[in-house]
Structure formats: C-alpha cells, structure tokens
C-alpha cells in the first residue's frame, strides 16, 4: 500500500469515530433511530482498518466481510434514510423497500450460494 493510501485511510477512520460517537450518544440517550447508521459507519471502520493492515485478518474472513458488508449495505441505508423522511408513505415504503432487500439477497444466496 502506497504512503497516500495509508494517511486517507486513518484519516476516514478517525472522520467515521465523530459521527459514531455522536450517534452513540443519542443511542444512550434513547433515540435508538440511527442505529442503522450506527452499524453502517462501524463496518465501514472496520473495513477501512483491515484495508490499512491495522487489523490482520485471512484473506477468507476478508472477502466474507466484503461480503456481508454488500449484503448490509443497501438495507441499512434504506433505513437510515426512513428516519430523514417526514411523509408517513415514504417511511413505509422505504421499510418495505428495506426488506423486499433482504428477501431478494437470501433468495440469492439460497439459489446461489454464499
């Protein structure tokens, strides 16, 4: 990894930390709303830390994690979006939307395997 790669690569962990941290805050506090969120910047974190060798994991649980990180992604920002939208339609929706998702990612999993 090239030096650049590793200084923008700390730098968006330390930037994703303000953000979880705030968020934990509200979730200490009650608002469990972002939660979501919460779990989409902590696997973001997580992934960036594997990808600067910060934490060394096996190539296997690497691409497992790049897996599931594809998986959850869609979903999770779906949901993080319902919590911006004011209209009681478009929460539905976009709950649904959610787990349409999912079901659609373990049907394929299901046909295709992991």
């Given amino acids: 990894m090239h030096h650049w790669e590793t200084i923008l690569g700390i730098s968006s962990i330390i930037l994703l930390l303000i953000p979880v941290s705030l968020l934990l805050i509200n ?8 939660l979501a969120l919460i779990i989409y ?4 974190i997580f992934i960036n ?8 994991v ?5 691409q497992n994690l790049g897996i599931i990180n594809n998986l959850l992604d869609a979903p999770l920002m779906l949901i993080g979006l319902r919590y ?5 339609r478009l929460r539905k929706l976009l709950q ?7 079901i659609f990612e373990l049907l394929v999993i299901l046909f295709k395997g992991f």
Avoid: C, K, Y
Avoid at 41 to 44: A, K
Avoid at 58 to 62: E, F, I, T, W
Avoid at 96 to 102: D, K, N, R, S, W
């Fill in 27 to 34: 979730f200490r506090e009650g608002r469990f709303s972002f």
């Fill in 41 to 44: 910047f902590t696997q973001i």
């Fill in 49 to 56: 830390l594997i990808s600067t060798g910060m934490i060394r």
């Fill in 58 to 62: 096996s190539p296997l649980v690497n």
């Fill in 84 to 88: 911006f939208t004011l209209d009681q």
């Fill in 96 to 102: 649904h939307l959610a787990a349409a998702f999912v």
